[in-house]
Each structure stands twice: as C-alpha cells, then as structure tokens.
C-alpha cells in the first residue's frame, strides 16, 4: 500500500511551498509524451498528436481524433508559426473558435508554454478553492463559455501576478490538489 501524505489545516500563505508540496503529489499517465515535445521550437504531426493523446491521458477517442485531424493538424504550420514568434491572441481565438475550451488552451499552453498554464477541472477546482470560492460544482459539463471566461478573466490574471514561477510546477501542483479535493477521502482529511 503506498504511504499515505499526512496532513494539517495551516494557514499556509506562501504558494511556492504549496506548489512544492502538492506537485510531488503529481502522478499523470504517459508523462513522457509531454516532456519530450512541449520544449521543441517546432512541432511535426506526430508531436501534435502525442501531445493532444498525453492531455487525453489516453488514446482519443474517435470523435476526438477527428477533431484533432479536422481543426488542429491543417493548421500545424500556423501552430509552429506563432511558436516561434509573438501572436495575436484574437487572431488565436479566431483559427480556433471551433474547438472545445480545454482543447482551444492546451493549443495555446503547447505553443507558448511559458505564457500559458494548463487547463482542466482539477486546476478549476483548486483555484476556486484557495480563492474561496465555490469549487463543490466544476466538471466537464461545464459551458465552453464559463471554462474561457475563468481562464482568461481570472486564472491568467492570477498567473500574470505571481514572479518567477515555473507554471509546469504549478499545473502539476493544481491538478494534484483539484484531483483530492474531488474525492470522498478529502473530508476526512482536510476539515
């Protein structure tokens, strides 16, 4: 049985040992097809789907690939275009206003992964939490519109003012949190 983290309500302030402590806790599958590409100056077709099956955290589904092969491949030249250079965020939402939120970030996170933090449920959650905000009802059911508009009115917000932080660190730390704060086990531990 892996050993269990113990833990006590401290009214911890300070985010880098929060984010120490919870990205030790990170543990996501095939890890290895994001390491070896999100660093790449440019991306091929393979890297683009390695990368779209790593935020899957599994082979994609049907749909998914379609998606991937209809919105997102054509446009590979664009993608390793603005990897390289600067790029208008309107002109960004414009070629990919067709796709999903969480996919539509994860494109903007693996072309400027030091701008853009990672999205997903657990990284919804974690914020709200610390924020003290109601983080009891985020889930994939979301509305597109809802997702955006928290990512880009409040958690770039909130990246934009933390100095010097490693967002990778923070994304693992986040997902970790969100992901505990999730199941049943955390009332037991966190009240």
């Known amino acids: 049985m892996k050993e269990l983290p ?31 590409r999100i660093w790449k100056k440019q991306f091929d077709i393979a890297d683009i789907q390695s990368l779209f099956v790593w935020k899957n955290g599994m082979n994609l589904s049907e749909l998914k690939q379609k998606s991937l092969n209809e919105k997102i491949k054509p446009n590979l030249k664009l993608i390793n275009r603005w990897k390289l250079d600067s ?22 996170h693996i072309i400027k992964p030091n701008m853009y933090p990672i999205y997903d449920q657990n990284i919804h959650r974690a914020f709200n939490y610390i924020h003290n905000l109601d983080y009891s009802n985020i889930s994939s059911s979301m509305k597109k519109k809802e997702k955006e508009d928290f990512y880009f009115n409040k958690y770039l917000c909130f990246i934009d003012s933390i100095e010097n932080i490693n967002l990778k660190k923070l994304d693992e730390a986040f997902f970790s949190f969100g992901k505990f704060i999730n199941t049943r086990i955390n009332s037991i531990l966190v009240k």
Do not use: R
């Open 87 to 108: 790029f208008d965020l309107n002109s960004f939402e414009e070629s990919f206003s067709n796709l999903s939120a969480v996919w539509k970030i994860f494109l903007l």
């Open 6 to 36: 113990i833990l006590e309500k401290k009214n911890a302030k300070d985010l880098n040992q929060f984010i120490e402590y919870w990205s030790k806790l990170y543990s996501y599958p095939l890890e290895k097809l994001y390491n070896e």
